[in-house]
């Protein structure tokens, strides 16, 4: 039985795929980061695999981070915000099966939505520009994943993403456009197109033989020169800004680490850094010691 809260949060996420206007998602890696995505108004929050991998766990975007710390790191996330998650899930963390433990598991925890990639087990991040084999599970099974794991689906509101990784991978368009209908026949609520081609002639190949009945979504990270109101004008009508909060916290600890090692003086950072109050206020501290107290 999917709470009221699970219920109302896919009702959103699937509004927000068939709105006339974008739906831009932020990467989280942890639940402060989708609260803060929040108060920022964005419509939706992407539990960033790459995210969770290397913040909460000091490890590489490569399935080393099992189903259950993903899992566990988003039903955090979900809690901590009203808005929908969508949740990367890699490929599934293996095979036909595994994809369908993580629809249930994932489903049953109150999640939104998931994102399931193409990538062979175990992946490597998308973005990663060393040497490194890239290859694909065969469209055929790939698709039989896809209609197992919609099939495994309890509630109809349930949102599985389709994520083709052809260009990452090499294979060029006429297969990213093969593998992103056949996704959609298979029963994906929205494909997941993902291209590294900062000057947008991957993805504007492919959108000129798009012709599929499901919405598409966006990971601008290495094209991030077009607005998500562009990118809806092409034809997206889902934009993940997937890790901008990541690299912001890194950078940021970074330049106070190094200025607290030259220093050894906490007020040579303090006035750049989040005074302890909005920390407190971020996560309605007094309200909790009220209630406590009272
Ligand atoms: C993630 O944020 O984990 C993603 C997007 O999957 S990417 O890093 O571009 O692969
Ligand atoms: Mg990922």
């Not at 402060?32 to 939706?44: Q, R, S, V």
């Not at 389709?162 to 297969?175: K, Q, T, Y």
């Not at 993805?203 to 991030?224: D, H, K, M, Q, Y």
């Not at 302890?276 to 309200?287: E, M, R």
Request: charged share 25%; with cysteine; aromatic share 6%.
């Amino acid at each position: 039985m999917a709470t009221e809260r699970a219920s109302s949060k896919r009702r959103a996420l699937r509004d927000a795929l068939s709105a006339d206007i974008p739906l831009v998602a932020v990467g989280a890696h942890d639940a402060l980061t989708a609260k803060l995505i929040e108060n920022y108004g964005f419509g939706a929050v992407w539990v960033s695999g790459f995210g969770v991998a290397t913040m909460a766990h000091a490890l590489p975007d490569i399935n080393v981070v099992t189903m259950t710390e993903a899992l566990d790191a988003a039903v955090r996330m979900d809690r901590a915000t009203t808005l929908p998650l969508v949740a990367d899930c890699d490929n599934g963390y293996g095979g036909l099966t595994n994809v369908i433990r993580t629809v249930t598991e994932y489903e049953s925890q109150g999640i939104a939505g998931i994102c399931i990639e193409d990538n062979l087990f175990p992946k490597r991040n998308s973005l990663f520009q060393g040497e490194a084999k890239r290859e694909l599970v065969p469209a055929s099974e790939q698709c039989r994943r896809l209609a197992a794991g919609k099939a495994a689906q309890s509630t109809d509101d349930f949102v599985l993403i389709a994520r083709v990784e052809s260009f990452i991978a090499g294979h060029g368009l006429d297969d990213a456009v093969d593998r992103a209908h056949r996704y959609a026949d298979a029963g994906a609520d929205a494909v997941l197109i993902h291209s590294k081609d900062r000057t947008l002639g991957e993805i504007e190949g492919f959108l000129e033989r798009w012709e599929g009945p499901v919405p598409l979504v966006a990971v601008p990270t290495l094209f991030p020169d077009w607005t998500s109101a562009e990118l809806h004008k092409k034809g997206f009508q889902m934009v993940i800004l997937a890790n901008q909060p990541m690299r912001a916290a890194v950078e940021a600890m970074e330049r106070t680490l190094q200025a607290l090692s030259e220093a050894g003086r906490a007020a040579d950072v303090d006035g750049a850094i989040s005074p302890v109050n909005h920390l407190f206020d971020l996560v309605d501290t007094a309200s909790w010691i009220a209630a406590e107290d009272s």
